[in-house]
């Protein structure tokens, strides 16, 4: 599965903003989905993930409550919902197709990752 993340851009604390991850190929709704961030000078952190039903969801302590992931199988398409951005959830965005069907924290179980996008948010 091919992907490639969209949305990104530069926005103040406290605002909103909606990332948009397209997938192509056959098998999009046999992976789980996942999106991760890199910010400067630190490791790719998990942010939320979901089983391939879009029914369970996962978060990271960090942006639980505050960020959303959603999919529809029919466009294959993931969708990372934020608000109330902060500036340390500046960082490039990436979403990534898991190996299963199962969501997954850990990125070494995702297997296929898209272009990321960059959020800044500003203080």
């Known amino acids: 599965v091919q992907l490639q993340a969209s949305g990104g851009g530069l926005v103040q604390a ?32 998990f942010v939320a993930a979901t089983d391939w039903s879009g029914h369970l969801t996962y978060y990271s302590d960090s942006v639980k409550g505050r960020f959303s992931i959603s999919r529809d199988n029919a466009k294959k398409l993931v969708i990372l919902q934020m608000t109330n951005l902060k500036p340390e ?30 959020v800044t948010v500003s203080s």
Do not use: N
């Open 89 to 118: 959830d500046t960082a490039v965005y990436s979403c990534a197709a898991g190996q299963g069907i199962l969501a997954d924290t850990d990125s070494r179980q995702y297997h296929s990752w898209g272009q990321g996008t960059l």
């Open 14 to 45: 406290g605002d909103s903003l909606r990332l948009s991850c397209a997938a192509s190929g056959p098998t999009f709704r046999s992976h789980a989905m996942g999106w991760f961030r890199q910010a400067p000078g630190k490791e790719r952190e």
